[in-house]
């Protein structure tokens, strides 16, 4: 292996260089709709018993076992019906023998009732069976007169639900580690937090540079092409967990450029470019950055930080700029401007990168053998090839989609899969093996 500026890199020494560089970000304490997606980062208990009193599961007749034992439809037993008990009713009456109180889901089971009939199993109270039984009662909002007509025993605990059935208080509700989703924010707000330390979505701000870049929607000039990288990327960096700003297109000037990353380092927990990586006249983001000064690796960063610039031995995306700059030491990753490239390059080295800034578990897409039903008839020496492709789940084939062109973005758009062509291979025959990363979620 070459040294130096000379230096290739594999995509393996490439991830894992820019990976050990990089660490979870500061755990923050966020309200839980703020913390969706987040990695918890403490281990979260049951503060009061889940439910936190016995109540009932239906809407039906809170009784007496013994008044009900004998119940049938021919011999109903017949029960005064006391009151009614509402979901959030605070006072109850207490069942006492011969007696029932109308309740709802949700409601205390009121002292004394041991069980709750279904309405179903009753004449809802009315003579006129089940139907209208739970309408409210005009005549006396309590429901506190008349008789209800029971036709089926009750079990103790009958459509109850048991204090801390759900969760007992003092247990683990939540481990340190786990990646809230609609579930787990629904259960801390079951009991009663407002607010949960967690690692936060990083803030990934995403620029493109080209003079050539008009912004979707205005006209396009001679020679110019609409700038599509500042999409796909801040949209890839949404999909990977990332609060993203798209900053848009940066024209070919040094100046212009360092003064706008500059200007968005304060909001950035990453910074992504795309263009002016190459050797080309125009590379500005190189010049820019590159002259930050100090070094990176095993050298001491200056006041400036520093971005290296380096050649990999993979297709697409060779250049690669990589760096961490400002005095907060923001990682910066300067990915090449063909939108293949840029994209396969963020699937690669940015989206592992923001699942380690989350703390995620898991930074890598999923990878799985597949058969390749097409030959791929030539693919680079000494250089790792991801070639587009549609995965086919059901019967474990991929099949390319497009060339290898990386101006290609239509055939990205109908690929959900990257094909993996090893250094040493010049070549897939139809039907053999590859290695093939998922890109759907
Ligand atoms: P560069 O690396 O800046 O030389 O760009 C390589 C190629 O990608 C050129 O054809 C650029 O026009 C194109 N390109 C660069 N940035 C973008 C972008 N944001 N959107 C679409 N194409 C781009
Ligand atoms: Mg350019």
């Known amino acids: 292996m ?28 966020l309200q839980l709709l703020d913390a969706q997606g987040c990695v918890l980062v403490e281990d979260v208990t049951v503060p009061v018993a889940l439910p936190p009193f016995e109540n009932s599961s239906m809407d039906g007749y809170a009784v007496r076992t013994a008044d009900v034992a004998a119940a049938t439809r021919e011999h109903p037993a017949v029960l005064d019906v006391i009151g009614d008990v509402a979901a959030g009713a605070g006072e109850l009456p207490t069942v006492g023998p011969g007696q029932s109180a109308r309740i709802m889901t949700g409601a205390p089971l009121p002292p004394g ?22 309408a409210p009662r005009a005549s006396d909002p309590r ?5 209800v007509r029971v036709h089926r025993p009750a079990q103790s605990g009958q459509f109850v639900r048991a204090r801390g059935s759900d969760a007992a208080a003092g247990e683990l509700a939540l481990a340190a580690g786990t990646v809230l989703g609609p579930p787990q924010i629904g259960l801390l707000a079951a009991i009663g937090r407002g607010t949960v330390a967690v690692r936060p979505r990083p803030r990934v701000v995403v620029l493109s540079t080209g003079s050539e870049l008009v ?16 999409f796909a990327l801040t949209a890839a960096a949404r999909a990977a967990g990332a609060i993203a700003y798209r900053v848009g297109a940066v024209t070919d000037e040094v ?23 190459s050797v080309g006249a125009y590379d500005v983001v190189k010049e820019a ?44 990753f300067a990915l090449p401007g063909n939108p293949v490239s840029a994209y396969v390059s963020f699937e690669l080295f940015v989206r592992p990168a923001i699942r380690t800034l989350m703390g995620a578990a898991t930074v890598h897409r999923e990878v799985v053998r597949a058969v390749c039903v097409v030959g791929i008839e030539e693919s680079p020496s000494g250089k790792r090839q991801y070639l587009r492709g549609h995965y086919d789940r059901m019967t474990g084939t991929v099949t390319p989609v497009g060339g290898s062109g990386s101006h290609l973005v239509k055939a990205l758009a109908h690929a959900d899969a990257l094909i993996v062509v090893p250094e040493a291979d010049t070549s897939v025959a139809a039907g053999a093996e590859v290695d093939v990363i998922l890109l759907d979620q």
Do not use: C
């Open 215 to 230: 912004q979707p929607g205005e006209e396009l000039r001679p020679g110019s092409i609409y700038d599509s990288n500042s």
């Open 289 to 332: 950055l590159s002259t930050l000064g100090g070094s990176f690796g095993d050298q001491a960063e200056d006041s400036a930080g520093f971005v290296e610039f380096r050649r990999l031995a993979m297709q697409p995306g060779k250049p690669q700029g990589f760096g961490r700059i400002g005095p907060d030491r923001v990682p910066l």
């Open 255 to 277: 100046e212009t450029l360092r003064a706008t990353i500059e200007d968005q380092l304060i909001r950035a927990d990453m910074i992504v470019t795309s263009g002016g990586v």
């Open 143 to 147: 429901g506190a007169s008349g008789e």
């Open 113 to 134: 009732a041991e069980a709750v009939v279904p309405v179903e199993w009753t004449d809802g109270g009315t003579g006129g069976g089940p139907a209208a039984a739970m």
């Open 2 to 29: 070459s040294q130096g500026a000379d230096r290739v890199w594999s995509v393996t020494e490439h991830l894992n260089s820019v990976l050990g560089r990089l660490a979870p970000l500061e755990r923050i304490e």
